[in-house]
T-cell receptor, first 117, second 111 residues
Framework: GAVVSQHPSWVICKSGTSVKIECRSL??????MFWYRQFPKQSLMLMAT?????????EQGVEKDKFLINHASLTLSTLTVTSAHPEDSSFYIC?????????????FGPGTRLTVL | AQRVTQPEKLLSVFKGAPVELKCNYS??????LFWYVQYSRQRLQLLLR??SRESIKGFTADLNKGETSFHLKKPFAQEEDSAMYYC?????????????FGKGTHLIIQP
């Protein structure tokens, strides 16, 4: 099946530093990847849509200068949280779109837990 | 804007009892609806989607456009069904769109 990985699985950083999270589709090419954010005991909220070779599309209320998204290849999208602050602490989850097997489906990564001190 | 509502945060039933997890949505177009499941310490997995009309692990869900609902049902619950269940909506269908999720229902199956 389609597998999506994220790295790191968890990260702790100091306030003011930047953190990069990678999302990889391991056995398929993904022209579209999505980034979600999940606060404790809450649902996933879509942050942005990442298309290979073009600028990401951000949801309303998501600061594009704070959450930099790069989709440089068909198997890799990165999310960089710039100048992180404690309120950015959250669980970040990516998904990748596959059209394999005749279906159009998103597969989810395991998530990255970010803690900003 | 679209919205997905799961009214129950927690649902606890006994093994062998029927299960129904409720999901209602609001969207002016023709969305595609999904159920995702997240077992303890695992990633989100697609359980089923309305266009496929499949039964997965004994679960079924029928889209009711009149009631704008997509409830998930299983006639006889099993302990391994204990998990977090999320209803989700895609405006354009398939994987073309980021998903709008409900808040999730934590299903606990008691022995």
């Amino acid at each position: 099946g389609a597998v999506v990985s994220q790295h790191p699985s968890w990260v702790i950083c100091k306030s003011g530093t930047s953190v990069k999270i990678e999302c990889r589709s391991l056995d398929f090419q993904a022209t579209t990847m999505f980034w979600y954010r999940q606060f404790p005991k809450q649902s996933l909220m879509l942050m942005a849509t990442s298309n290979e070779g073009s600028k990401a599309t951000y949801e309303q209320g998501v600061e594009k200068d704070k959450f930099l998204i790069n989709h440089a290849s068909l198997t890799l999208s990165t999310l960089t949280v710039t100048s992180a602050h404690p309120e950015d602490s959250s669980f970040y989850i990516c998904s990748a779109r596959t059209l394999g097997g005749g279906t159009d489906t998103q597969y989810f990564g395991p998530g990255t837990r970010l803690t900003v001190l | 804007a679209q919205r997905v509502t799961q009214p129950e945060k927690l649902l606890s039933v006994f093994k062998g009892a029927p299960v129904e997890l409720k999901c209602n949505y609001s969207y002016s177009g023709s969305p595609e609806l999904f159920w995702y499941v997240q077992y303890s310490r695992q990633r989100l997995q697609l359980l089923l989607r309305h266009i496929s009309r499949e039964s997965i692990k004994g679960f079924t869900a029928d889209l009711n456009k009149g009631e704008t609902s997509f409830h998930l049902k299983k006639p006889f619950a099993q302990e391994e069904d204990s998990a977090m269940y999320y209803c989700a909506l895609s405006r354009r269908g398939g994987g073309a769109d980021g998903l709008t999720f409900g808040k999730g229902t934590h299903l606990i199956i008691q022995p």
